[in-house]
């Protein structure tokens, strides 16, 4: 059984830094495509950032670019999330997900295992 585990969510001071975890366990994701994405309160779940779990092909929404960084640890099966120069309007319920296809998609329906989510707010 897939499952994907976050954590690392809190809350923040404007321009602080918080890291998003992942656990991945239940198959192997070698030739998976694995994406952040988030869901503000009143809005559709929104692309942050995706890497193919095998190496290299990095994407990020021009949002979080420059400040966010993905990452996985193939022996630890976790991936990653480092943001930086948080700011209020990148609070929100944030997610891991798995793609099967090996090919980046900013679409969440596209997307086939989810984690839980995990809840991430910036105060000003």
């Known amino acids: 059984q897939v499952q994907l585990v976050e954590s690392g969510g809190g809350l923040v001071q404007a321009g602080g830094s918080l890291r998003l975890s992942c656990a991945v366990s239940g198959r192997t994701f070698i030739n998976y495509i694995m994406g952040w994405f988030r869901q503000a309160p009143g809005k559709e779940r929104e692309f942050v950032a995706a890497?193919?779990?095998?190496?290299?092909?990095?994407y990020y929404a021009d949002s979080v670019k420059g400040r966010f960084t993905i990452s996985r640890d193939n022996a630890k099966n976790t991936l990653y999330l480092q943001m930086n120069s948080l700011k209020p309007e990148d609070t929100a319920v944030y997610f891991c997900a798995a793609r099967r296809i090996l090919e980046v998609s900013t679409t969440p329906d596209e997307y086939d295992y989810w984690g839980q989510g995990t809840q991430v707010t910036v105060s000003s």
């Open positions: 890497i193919r779990w095998s190496g290299g092909s990095i």
